[in-house]
């Protein structure tokens, strides 16, 4: 396998969840690849898809929701033709997930031990004894203490942040292909949170496996993100190469989420981070045109029609009227 | 742990006391002992005979002290109307009885259990509603009703069991199913909501992004969880099916605590009716202490802390 090879390739994705009222889109249209040893950042705000779009790929989404996609491939095999049967052997095998709350992610019944292990004793063909020193080993990995006698401990005997060090090192434990981590830091303590992400960025790096990272926080994606993907309502507004995005936003949104990022000696202490005003539209039903019209300050009149995608060379794509130069389409 | 289970030990002890008590004065619950034992019409001189031969005539206190020692040393004293020992009387109908009411608890849990679990994974479909009506199926029939059908299809029609007597395993088969039916809604019930509220745990959705397979993730991951409350039900219900098999103990003839229960309060009986309702209500506690201890043993976070 080539060093670049696409490990995930998603293209038109739709998540479509019956509620009372109606049809709800969580998900529209949304394509993005990611490679190995890749990292991509999914950015946007509460509400705007991102967990909708990763238990789609993981085939994971609660029955009320249904997917639908051009093409989602993982390793070139086609997940929309795979069977239960075949997801149950990818997943936690070839692609691992971690949750956003760790306090309630693992089961409360059974020991850390028996719960890092099960699925290992389940894809590979291996001995209890195997089993626990591999575990011991992605414990000591993911920065745990005393792994050993760690795995005879239940979930209520750790902290937030071990639990959370507990979930990284059960997705790792059969050597995952592609990783997919849900606002893996959100829940826990400001000081644990830098350390979470530390230790998932690590370990990606060191893996050299491809992974979706979740977040709100943009300083985070700054850090390590290699492409990053916005989202709003649903849709992918922009993506692109991580320095690209930072650089030179074109998306009005994603200007405006750029805004809300404080940096270190140019924003007063105290002072007032950037806002993007207005709210983010009802997901049931059609979108007409450009889904944050309503906040835009560029909107105009033909953002209600069908929005154009700009690219640029670096490989930067925006779903707005204007093009690189500001110009209008 | 082991300071919880002391401490429900003793409260336990603390509890068997209080009914105790409550036992002893059950004797003077229809007025005086000595008048209701003489029967109607005796003369004076016969009640005050009596009262003095039961010890009737001594302080309540004392008379408390020395039921409650010798109980403690074996002596459960003499049927009024067995003219028997209290204790070998009791203890070999008590054997029948726990046998029936433990293999009705069988039956109910044998019959709710993946009633519940299926309802669960198909709630709201009909699906659900079949598993509810079985399950409702034992309730809405009366009880003797029930039992009296399956003595002429099982028995009557197709001689495949006895009709009555407590000779043989057989012999239990139709009166369990009779008891056990009346209480499996209410198991079902439970274990249905149970699952439920599991299934839809972040830690149900974790162990289905490992990959794990469909039984391991329902029984494993989300049976374990629910079934907690269902052990904490399970005492409760047995001490119902045992001091509530009268009924069924009288259609099929089976020689149980029940049918003695029955007996002892028409004749006036009151030793053996005194060591039944403590009896009863000693099993009871021990029930519901064991069921707590079980509930915390189930439960890391009590066990484990
Ligand atoms: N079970 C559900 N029933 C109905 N609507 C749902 C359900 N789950 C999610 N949604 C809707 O789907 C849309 C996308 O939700 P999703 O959870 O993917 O957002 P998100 O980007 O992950 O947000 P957050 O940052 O808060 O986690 C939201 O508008 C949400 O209201
Ligand atoms: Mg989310």
């Known amino acids: 396998m080539s060093s670049n090879e696409t490990v995930l390739d998603v293209q038109g994705l739709h998540v479509d969840i019956r509620t009372a009222g109606g049809v709800l889109h969580a998900v529209r249209d949304v394509s993005f690849q990611v490679k190995r040893g890749e990292t991509l950042c999914l950015v946007g705000e509460s509400g705007c898809g991102k967990s909708m779009t990763s238990l789609a790929i993981m085939s994971l989404l609660p029955k009320i929701a249904h997917r639908s996609a051009r093409r989602l491939t993982f390793l070139a095999e086609d997940l929309n033709l795979a069977g239960k049967k075949r997801i149950n052997d990818l997943r936690g095998n070839k692609m691992a997930m971690i949750f956003q709350d760790p306090m309630t992610a693992l089961n409360p019944a059974y020991t850390i031990g028996d719960q890092l292990t099960e699925h290992y004793l389940h894809h590979r063909e291996t001995s209890a004894g195997q089993a626990r020193s591999r575990a011991v080993e992605l414990l000591e990995k993911v920065g745990i203490a005393s792994a050993a006698q760690r795995l005879g401990q239940y979930p209520h005997q750790l902290s937030g942040g071990l639990r959370q060090r507990v979930m990284i090192a059960m997705a790792l434990m059969c050597g995952p292909e592609l990783l997919i981590a849900d606002e893996p830091s959100t829940a826990l303590d400001v000081t644990i949170q830098a350390?979470?992400?530390?230790?998932?960025?690590d370990l990606q790096a060191d893996l050299g496996i491809a992974m979706v990272l979740i977040t709100h926080d943009l300083g985070v994606v700054a850090r390590i993100a290699d492409r990053v993907a916005v989202m709003?309502?649903?849709?992918?507004?922009?993506?692109?190469?991580?320095?690209?995005?930072?650089?030179t936003p074109q998306h009005p949104y994603t200007q405006g989420l750029m805004r809300c990022i404080p940096v270190p000696g140019r924003t007063p202490p105290g002072g007032k981070l950037g806002t993007i005003p207005g709210v983010v539209p009802s997901l049931i039903g059609n979108l007409q045109g450009c889904a944050f019209r309503d906040r835009c300050e560029w909107a105009k009149s033909i953002c209600q029609e069908t929005v154009p995608v700009h690219a640029s060379a670096a490989g930067q794509r925006w779903r707005c009227i204007k093009n690189q130069n500001g110009a209008f389409a | 742990m082991l300071a919880y289970t002391f401490k429900r030990l003793g409260l336990a002890v603390l509890v068997a006391l209080t009914v105790s008590i409550i036992a002893y004065l059950l004797l003077y619950l229809s007025g005086d002992p000595a008048i209701?034992?003489?029967?109607?019409?005796?003369?004076?001189?016969?009640i005050e005979m009596i009262r003095h031969t039961y010890g009737l005539d001594r302080p309540l206190i004392v008379q408390y002290g020395d039921w409650l020692w010798k109980l403690l040393q074996g002596d459960f004293g003499i049927s009024v109307y067995f003219k028997t020992e209290v204790g070998p009387l009791i203890f070999d109908k008590l054997k029948t009885t726990l046998l029936l009411g433990i293999s009705a608890l069988g039956f109910a849990l044998l019959v709710s259990v993946p009633l519940g679990i299926l309802a669960a994974l198909y709630k709201n479909s009909w699906i659900d509603r079949i598993c509810l009506a079985v399950a409702v199926l034992g309730q809405a029939l009366p009880n003797f009703f029930f039992a009296l059908l399956l003595i002429m299809l099982f028995s009557i029609s197709w001689h495949m069991l006895p009709v009555s007597g407590s000779g043989t395993w057989q012999h239990f088969v139709m009166p369990a199913i009779a008891l056990g039916y009346y209480v499996a809604p209410a198991f079902?019930?439970?274990?249905?909501?149970?699952?439920?509220?599991?299934?839809?745990?972040?830690?149900?959705?974790t162990a289905r992004a490992k990959g794990l397979p469909a039984r391991s993730v329902i029984f494993k991951h989300a049976l374990r969880n629910a079934i907690v409350p269902v052990v904490a039900l399970a005492a409760v219900q047995l001490g119902?099916?045992?001091?509530?098999?009268?009924?069924?103990?009288?259609i099929f003839a089976l020689d149980g605590l029940g049918y003695l229960a029955y007996q002892s309060i028409t004749f006036k009986d009151y030793p053996v009716m005194q060591i039944i309702v403590l009896l009863l209500s000693a099993i009871y506690v021990l029930l519901t202490l064991a069921s707590d201890i079980a509930n915390a043993w189930l439960d890391p976070r009590i066990r484990v802390s």
Do not use: C, H, K, N
């Open chain 1, 195 to 201: 350390q979470i992400l530390r230790v998932l960025a």
């Open chain 1, 232 to 247: 709003y309502a649903g849709e992918v507004v922009e993506d692109g190469p991580a320095q690209e995005i930072f650089a």
């Open chain 2, 36 to 46: 209701a034992l003489a029967g109607e019409g005796a003369r004076q001189a016969d």
């Open chain 2, 188 to 205: 079902m019930r439970l274990i249905r909501a149970g699952m439920i509220e599991v299934l839809s745990a972040d830690y149900i959705r």
């Open chain 2, 240 to 250: 119902f099916l045992l001091g509530g098999s009268v009924v069924i103990e009288t």
